[in-house]
DNA sequence: CTGAAAGCGCTTACAG
DNA sequence: CTGAAAGCGCTTACAG
């Protein structure tokens, strides 16, 4: 079943039926009719590589992650999956599991099968000689990354940003002596996160000292960091994790301990994980809106798809842009690659200290 | 850069390139090696779409599902993904967002783009007819679901098998009267849990009346059945849920009220998510092992593929078997097909009625 | 508005 | 073991 049939059974050529199909316009109407018509009673479906091979394009978004464990990549793809749709695109995903070679084959792998592509890398600049091997060829949008390729766009969480407005929430809080749960060294995230808590305390207690525990970003670092803050000659009055997995287990480590939280130490996260609401008490945290990440760099990455096609359209004769070349004025918003800002979600486990001060 | 550019550089042919890359053998190894240098050099990758053209093979898996939101699917995703890594197949998702309409076209748009689909569709045979017509074409593995068209696949849950054995620890604990929490009405799954405890029920205690609420799944129909039941003239011994979230809806309902789990009623949920450990009481629950489910669907594809390229490899001259093929002997598992039965998970909530009987 | 034909970049019998 | 050539199923200038 190809387009061949279609022709055939329509009585006319395959380059009609092609332009039919793709709605080119110049065909005549009752020609036309005749072809869906025939193509619609056929069950007739353009063959996808076909397609690809001779227009240059694929109608496939790539997304390239770490890992699929967890509801941060799945909010992250559920997020791109809407933009997609909105725009018939399909989703080809991938993961690396953590393995930088693999990463490089599956984004090679990438060509001739998606667009462009959306990668996430938490692993600092790790990939960026493949990025920028491939960014010529395919349009690249980075999550959470930061390129020197000019041509690589790039969006991300402003964990610094989030970081110190919960430092500045827990000292209007009246706590002063905060600790904070550090991530793992080598995550850009974790990275950010920390410095903000820094230069929040430095800003706003600039005598206090800082008071970094180590983690990585699960529950049972967070428990070990909460005994070690038990067990310390002084207990903080507040302590911030750098992800609510590591504030849970920080949470439970002082519950368990017989510690009242807040009222005896204040204890924050960062993500709100659905757990967050769950837990008693329930944990302020920052909110990180994961999904419109997602949808936020889809968006990103069709701009640019789009600029490359038009520019491409324009070559051949006339320079001067089209402006209703597809009627997707909110896609060429300047803002669209401004960091994500998270949210202060304020509940129990961070509440004011009693009676303030 | 194209597979000529390739042939050009190293002074062969591209059929000798293309025999090179795809590792066919027979290739002077002199000339192998070289070709190979050549094309590292030049970092040539294949065109996806050319070579699936030709080669009527796209080395990509399609996953259809319902939705992506939620735990659920994104275990399911990561469990197919890690079968797809391993024999280095891409992997296309897909959503239809509860839209039947949009799933028949999202299906048809497979053509070309996949080797095989695994589809999920709760909604009891809903899409039976689009399954049905693409099958010939293109193997299918059902998630979930049953199909009447023979060479259609299909891979579950024992949800049936799963609810009787909850009820049956139920009344082991000591419980009588047993309420259940159903799910919704057009729901696959929820038929069978439902379908489970009246079997056990009438199995177990014979003269026991059944009691049924209705339920959509969430947590606020289980806190609607909740309240329901603590206005009843008498109470249950236990609620069994269709599901955690309404158990989880009930048990905050009934804590609400002021009743003990479990020791004045027991609480029992299914599916076994990240929250039932978390809660208090925790959340005696039978745990769906969904990563299983979605590689061992994975699997069970692969089998359809493999067996397929197999026969197509087979007509042209000799229909004896090869059995070093593939050398994927554990693929061809005749239990692979077998529903996955759901573990019982012994928490607080569903705990021994006090001293027993 | 329509069709014949070239071409997209591969793979694969077919000959040698 | 190797190459010339057909073919996969489309799209798209190019003519008319």
Redesign the pocket.
């Known amino acids: ?4 049939d279609v022709a055939r059974a329509a ?9 039919t ?2 709605g ?9 009719r005749r072809v869906l018509a025939v193509a619609n009673d056929l069950r ?4 996808a ?3 690809s ?5 694929t109608q496939t978004l790539g997304v390239v992650l770490p890992d699929l464990h967890g509801e941060f990549f799945s909010e992250l793809v559920r997020g791109v999956d809407q933009v997609a749709r909105e725009h018939r695109l399909h989703l080809l995903v991938s993961s690396y599991h953590g393995r930088p070679d693999e990463q490089v084959s599956a984004l090679r792998a990438m060509r ?1 099968r998606v667009d462009g592509l959306l990668v996430m890398s938490p692993y600092a600049a790790a990939h960026a000689s493949i990025v920028e091997e491939l960014s010529p060829a395919l349009p690249i949008v980075l999550i959470n990354a930061q390129s020197d390729a000019p041509e690589v766009l790039s969006l991300s969480v402003d964990n610094y940003g989030g970081a110190q407005a919960m430092v500045e929430y827990l000292v209007a809080s009246g706590h002063r002596r905060i600790a904070f749960i550090a991530g793992p060294e080598d995550n850009f995230d974790a990275h950010e996160r920390l410095r903000g808590y820094r230069e929040a305390l430095a800003r706003l207690l600039p005598g206090e000292p800082e008071w970094v525990l180590p983690g990585a970003f699960d529950e049972a670092s967070g428990h070990a960091a909460g005994q070690a803050l038990i067990s310390a000659s002084q207990r903080p009055d507040a302590v911030f994790a750098a992800n609510d997995m590591m504030a849970l287990g920080c949470l439970f480590s002082l519950v368990q301990a017989g510690l009242k939280v807040p009222a005896d130490i204040a204890v924050t996260g960062f993500d709100d994980i659905p757990l967050a609401r769950y837990v008693h008490p329930t944990l302020t945290t920052m909110r990180v809106n994961i999904a419109e990440l997602g949808a936020r760099a889809a968006r990103l990455l069709l701009t640019r798809l789009n600029v490359d096609a038009a520019a491409q359209d324009a070559q ?1 004769i006339e320079p001067e842009p089209n402006p209703q070349h597809h009627n997707q004025s909110d896609l060429v918003n300047p803002r669209q690659n401004e960091p994500l800002r998270p949210e202060l979600i304020v509940r129990e486990s961070g509440a004011r200290r009693g009676g303030g001060a």
Chains 1, 2 share one sequence.
């Open positions: 079943m190809t387009i061949k009585q006319v050529s395959v380059a009609t039926v092609s332009r199909l793709n080119h316009g110049n065909v005549a109407e009752e020609v036309r007739y479906t353009p063959h590589a076909a397609r091979l001779s227009s240059r394009r001739g051949p």
